[in-house]
């Protein structure tokens, strides 16, 4: 969170649930709305943290943002879907990557 905070996103919402999933960060980056979803891996054997965003996440990502929208009466019309990858294997400072728009 404070990763994003730096890049001057405003945090409005974390870990927020729904019947249809949760959404991890929700975010304002100027006039835009942004879904974060934030994948942590202790290393990349199994792929990055960016793989794990199969196509059926990314609907999910888009349900779960959607239903956030409409749940606080907020303007759907400038939404983003962003991805912060971590890789942290618990020795020194984690590698992080903010990857913006992935769905």
């Not at 934030?38 to 960016?50: C, H, I, M």
Request: include cysteine.
């Amino acid at each position: 969170m404070a990763y994003l905070q730096a890049k001057q996103l405003i945090i409005l919402d974390r870990n927020w649930r729904c019947a249809l999933g949760e959404v991890d960060i929700v975010a304002a980056d100027g006039s835009t709305l942004v879904m974060c979803e934030v994948k942590t891996r202790s290393s990349q054997r199994f792929g990055s943290p960016l793989e794990a965003i199969t196509a059926s996440k990314a609907i999910r990502m888009q349900r779960v943002g959607f239903a956030w929208c409409k749940h606080h009466q907020a303007n759907a019309s400038n939404v983003r879907f962003d991805v912060v990858s971590i890789i942290d294997p618990g020795v020194g400072q984690p590698h992080i990557e903010h990857h913006l728009n992935v769905v």
